[in-house]
Each structure stands twice: as C-alpha cells, then as structure tokens.
C-alpha cells in the first residue's frame, strides 16, 4: 500500500517527536537520579553525624550504663529502626550495650528486613546493607562507640520515594503534552507542505484533460513556488502548443483547400463539357497540381529538417561567398518590389552542410525581403566571432509584435495571416532555419520590434566540435 506525502510527513514529525520526548526523559531522569543520589547521601551523612552527637550526648560512659541511657537509646534506636538505620552502641572495651533486638545475633539482619526495596524507583541502584562505626570520646578519649548499620551508599527514606514518583509522574506527563503538541504541529506543517503539492498534481490532471487556464499557487516556500510556477509554465505552454497545431491544421486546410477546389470545379466542368479541356486549362490545372507538390515538398523539408537523425554533411564552405551567391538570386525580386539588398562583412568560413545552409540563408532573405515595404533596405553580414561564424539578416520591414516573438520558430505561425497569404507565405521558412542550424549545432536568434525591422542572427561553430 502506497502512503501519501502527507502521512509521511505526519510519521517522520510523530516518529522525531518520539525520538526527542524519551530522549529527553531519558537524560533528565538519569542526571536526576545522579543528582538525587548525591543528595540523599549526603543527607544520610549528615543523618549520621546527628545520631552519633546524639547517643554521645547521653552516654556516661562504663561498662554499666545508666537506665537513663538506656531508654534513651531504646526510644531513639526503634525510631532510627523505621527509618532503615540499626543502632549498635559499644562500650571501650568493645562489649555491646545496645541494640533494638534483645538477641544480639539479629542486629546485623534486622534493617534487611525493615528497610523497603529501593528498586521501584531507583531501578539501577544495587546497594548492600554495611555497618560503619563512629567513636565515642570524652576530653579525648574514648570511652565506646556508635555501629550504624544501613543500606549503602544511601537509604531512601518515604518522603524520598514519594518525590522520585511524583517527578517521574509529572515528567511523563508533560511528555506526553509536548508530545501531543509535536504531533499537532506535524499535522499542521505536513498540510502546509502536502496541500499545495496536493492542488498542483489536481492542477497538472485538469492539465490533462486539457484545462490550461489557471494561475500558479503561492506558498511562499521557494521550491514549492518554483514547482507551482514551473506547472503554470507547462500549461501556457502547452496551451500555446494547442493553438499551434490548431492553427496548423487551419492552413494545411486553407493551403491545400484553394488548390483542390480548382482541379475539382475544373475537372467536373470538362468532365460535363462545360470547358473544353484544351491547352490552356490544363496547363492551369497542372499549376495547381504543382503548387499542391510544393507544400507537400515543404513539410517534408520541414520533417527532415527537424529529426533529429537528419543527416548533415558538414565540410569546409566559405559562408561568406554563399552569401553574396544567393543575394545575387533575390536581386530581381528585391528591384522589382523596390527593397535595397546590401551584403557586408569579411572571411567567414564554417563546417556545415552546403545544400541545408544555404536552405537558411535563403528562407532568412526571403522572409526579409517579403516583410520589407517600397524603400526599404535589407543587410546581410557574415563574418567571425571566436570560435563561431556569424550571420546577420537585418532589414527595416514591418517588424515583429512583442506577443509573436516567441512563436516565430514554430510550424506554421504566421504574425500576420493577411498579409503573409498575400506574400505568399507558408510559415515554415523560419522553423526550417531553426532545426538546420541546430542540427549544426548553433543557435538562431531574433530582435525586433513593430514598425522598426528585425535582425535574425545565425551563430554555428566554425570547425568540427561544438564551441559553447
């Protein structure tokens, strides 16, 4: 079963949030305990040093203590006894005087079994019962002693149990609220993050089922802005692609549909016998046929040009004196339409294909020469430019609108349907030019602007390898 973006997300914040409560707990708890440890030593120090001052402030001395000290050390023994601390007080010449048992053997056992399990909240602690000794002195001397037997390192009283469990307690339960809160926050970024990417793949369908109209969603994450920008890019794209092929279609209809209809009202008016088919109107309708093959030619240029396992025959061909060849060829149609052709530049010389370059240079000048009105003037200059010959097709025509720069390359896109079908226009020159000088592995580029004329230029490699 496959998860979405966001349980991912949601589980990577829960399983994070996890990781850093216990570790969190983890670490307090045993700093804590090392922390408590030490105190609850030092208190049994202290706890120590007071039972000793006080069996030494009421012991005479002797070997037959009083009956005062003796209830005394009872009373205080039995309250040490419920406190896990076994009293065993000696005399100067090591006699036992007092213990809580009345049978001596048993003061070594008896805070075994009085003194609770540490365990439950000190899981680590590993103490043993041990007996420690303090002297008792008068003046400097010693006059008996004070065995203190307990639980070693340290005993943890009640009062220390109830404060461990409550921490703990309080500890786990804030834990766990943090806990509740990471995985809230998770819930919330994930959504931040899995919503938008959740509206751009409805958004890349819509696409699909061919809905281009949509504007970019803004996050204000980068990446994701980037992705959001990129689909709406797409979209335009591909909508543009649409009308593309849409207007394609329309001239492949209007192209071929004049033609055919002049062979069939032709053909069907001999076929009748309303004409004669004589000389003259075959010759028409052979015209036709030939106009007809002349766009079939076209596309199939077109194809060739842009596969890209086209074959090119690169070798050495001076650019330059191609040039001046093919201008000589525009000159009749240039004076006849009264458009100046001038050719400039120096030695330009490249390994390229001769017949498929000079298919650019030509498409170049015609479109130049046909967007040209009465007057005006075209210049063509080649020349070199590092490692790269340059081509410069400039003219001061009608010049091309901001809308349609993008989409002068592409198959059969006209920036002025009128006008190019009265040149004679078939809007494939240009993307013709593009895949050759491509497929030689330069690039074409235009600058224009309405009323203003265009400059196409054309920048190959100049030898075998291609020089970026």
């Not at 000589?328 to 530049?345: P, T």
Request: glycine share 8%; charged share 20%.
């Amino acid at each position: 079963m496959k998860l979405t973006l966001k349980s991912k997300l949601v589980a990577s914040y829960v399983a994070v949030s996890a990781f850093l409560a216990i570790s969190l707990f983890a670490v307090s708890a045993y700093y804590l305990d090392r922390q408590f440890q030490i105190y609850v030593s030092h208190k049994q120090d202290m706890k120590n040093m007071e039972v000793v001052d006080a069996i030494s402030a009421n012991f005479a001395g002797g070997g037959n203590p009083d009956s005062g000290f003796l209830n005394f050390a009872d009373e205080f023994g039995r309250s040490m006894l419920e406190q896990g601390v076994v009293i065993m007080v000696y005399d100067a010449l090591g006699n036992l005087i007092y213990c809580p048992s009345v049978d001596a053997l048993e003061c070594g056992h008896m805070a075994e079994d009085s003194a609770p399990a540490p365990n439950d909240v000190c899981p680590q602690f590993d103490g043993v019962y041990a007996q420690e000794s303090f002297p008792i002195e008068r003046g400097g001397v010693a006059v008996g002693s004070v065995t203190l037997g307990y639980h070693h390192p340290f005993y943890y009283s009640e009062s220390d149990r109830s404060f461990l469990s409550a921490y703990n307690r309080a500890f786990s339960g804030m834990s766990a609220v943090f806990f509740a809160i990471a995985v809230t926050i998770g819930l919330v970024m994930a959504g931040m993050i899995a919503g938008p990417i959740i509206s751009m793949t409805k958004r890349t369908r819509e696409i699909a089922d061919g809905n281009y109209h949509g504007d970019a969603v803004i996050t204000g994450t980068k990446e994701i802005d980037e992705l959001s920008s990129s689909v709406a890019h797409l979209a335009e794209s591909l909508r543009t692609q649409f009308m593309l092929k849409k207007r394609m279609a329309d001239a492949y209809s209007h192209e071929f549909r004049t033609p055919l209809s002049v062979l069939q009202s032709n053909l069907e008016a001999m076929i009748d016998g309303i004409w004669t088919p004589d000389s003259e109107r075959l010759k028409s309708l052979l015209a036709e046929t030939l106009r007809i093959s002349r766009m079939v030619s076209d596309i199939d240029r077109l194809v060739q040009a842009d596969s890209a396992e086209a074959p090119v025959e690169k070798k050495p061909t001076d650019i330059a004196a191609m040039t001046e060849r093919i201008l000589k060829g525009f000159e009749a149609s240039a004076a006849e339409k009264g458009v100046e052709l001038r050719f400039g530049g120096g030695e330009c010389e490249a390994h390229v294909d001769p017949d498929k370059f000079s298919q650019v240079i030509m498409n170049l000048v015609s479109n130049a020469v046909k967007y040209t009105n009465s007057g005006g003037r075209v210049k063509v200059t080649a020349g070199e430019n590092e490692n790269n010959a340059l081509l410069s097709v400039e003219d001061d025509g009608i010049g091309i609108d901001g809308r349609d720069m993008p989409y002068v390359f592409e198959h059969l896109y006209r920036t002025d349907e009128s006008r190019a079908r009265d040149s004679g226009g078939n809007g494939i020159g240009l993307s013709v030019a593009k895949a050759i000088v491509e497929n030689h592995g330069g690039v074409i580029e235009v600058k224009s602007r309405p009323g203003e004329g265009s400059v196409f230029t054309v920048k190959v490699p100049i030898g075998n390898k291609v020089y970026i």
